[in-house]
């Protein structure tokens, strides 16, 4: 079974708008980490948070973390064109030492 | 700039032949892992190893599938006999214990 949801599955917005994702997971985790895939490519480790924070931001990236609702969010704040590719969020469920399970993803799409 | 490398980052086989692909980690990590993505299923772990030990293949179809670690610098996956089914995108991945990974730009295989 998917440990990590994604929500929403495809998302379209303007660019400068910010983009929400939300990720649901379902067991403990060690930590959740968010990664960017663009068309063709392979995964690109965008953060990670582990299970003792709450947020954590790397430049227009902001990434929260709730342990008590096993939910997550990614926040792309000023979004630009080259910021078009797939979001998967992954959990490193605690006693797999460092499996991730990937979520199915979200979708984004910037319009220029 | 360390990267995953794979090789071929294409293929085409038809039904019934071996295929093998080949994967060079990033020097210095010890965990690497051998995933499968197609748009119905999404990202799938197939494999990982830590310091060339096997230690989860539980989703890989152990009839056809065969993944090794001969040295540190290499891994690779092997499919015999290849089946249409088999038609996705895999990817290897290396890291250090539980901490982000890294992908490789993937393997494309497609068989007929």
């Known amino acids: 079974s998917q440990q990590g949801e994604e929500d929403p599955q495809a998302l379209s917005i303007q660019e400068g708008e910010n983009a929400t994702m939300n990720c649901s997971y379902k067991t403990s985790i060690n930590n959740l980490q968010w990664y960017r895939q663009n068309s063709g490519r392979g995964l690109v480790h965008l953060i990670l948070i582990r299970s003792n924070e709450r947020e954590k931001h790397s430049g227009r990236l902001r990434v929260t973390l709730d342990t008590s609702k096993k939910s997550s969010s990614l926040l792309i704040t000023a979004s630009r064109a080259a910021d078009t590719a797939s979001y998967f969020c992954a959990t490193d469920a605690t006693g797999n030492t460092g499996k991730l399970i990937f979520g199915q993803g979200t979708t984004l799409q910037v319009k220029p | 700039d360390a990267r995953v490398t794979q090789t071929p980052r294409h293929k085409v086989t038809e039904m019934g032949q071996e295929v093998t692909m080949r994967c060079q980690p990033i020097l210095g990590h010890n965990t690497v892992f051998w995933y499968r993505q197609t748009m119905m299923q999404g990202l799938e772990l197939l494999a990982y190893f830590r310091n060339r030990a096997p230690l989860d293949d539980s989703g890989m179809p152990k009839d056809r599938f065969s993944a090794e670690m001969p040295d540190a610098t290499l891994a690779t996956l092997k499919i015999q006999p290849s089946e249409p089914r088999d038609s996705a995108v895999y990817f290897c991945?290396?890291?250090?214990?539980?901490?982000?990974?890294?992908f490789g730009p993937g393997t494309r295989l497609t068989v007929l």
């Open positions: 991945a290396s890291g250090s214990n539980s901490g982000p990974q890294y």
